[in-house]
């Protein structure tokens, strides 16, 4: 497994969550590392991403609330997640890309209850 995703499940309406993506040690020095979110019926999307140098980029809706790190000693990134509304609720996957190959994780699931 390249990437190992974790730290999904139930919570409710206004609680946080912390998601890990671990990636292996053959991914090297990735230079970019994003979380996506798929829910039910609708198309994957971008939640939030980091790059060399540590610029962030976040989704409008998630502007605030979520936070986006990442550790290259571990070769890890973070999704810490507050404040979570039921429209958060999806299946979170994270994308790692090093020089011109990308991969992508499992998925976790992410359910907000009101």
């Known amino acids: 497994v390249q990437l190992q995703a974790s730290g999904g499940g139930l919570v409710q309406s206004g609680g946080s969550l912390r998601l890990s993506c671990a990636a292996s040690?053959?991914?090297?020095?990735?230079?970019?590392m994003g979380w996506y979110r798929q829910a039910p019926g609708k198309q994957r999307e971008l939640v939030a991403s980091?790059?060399?140098?540590?610029?962030?980029n976040y989704a409008d809706s998630v502007k605030g609330r979520f936070t986006i790190s990442r550790d290259n000693a571990k070769n890890t990134v973070y999704l810490q997640m507050n404040s979570l509304e039921p429209e958060d609720t999806a299946v979170y996957y994270c994308?790692?890309?090093?020089?011109?190959?990308?991969?992508w994780g499992q998925g976790t699931q992410v359910t907000v209850s009101s």
């Open positions: 040690r053959s991914i090297f020095s990735p230079n970019y």
């Open positions: 994308n790692v890309v090093t020089g011109i190959r990308g991969y």
């Open positions: 980091i790059v060399t140098g540590d610029s962030t």
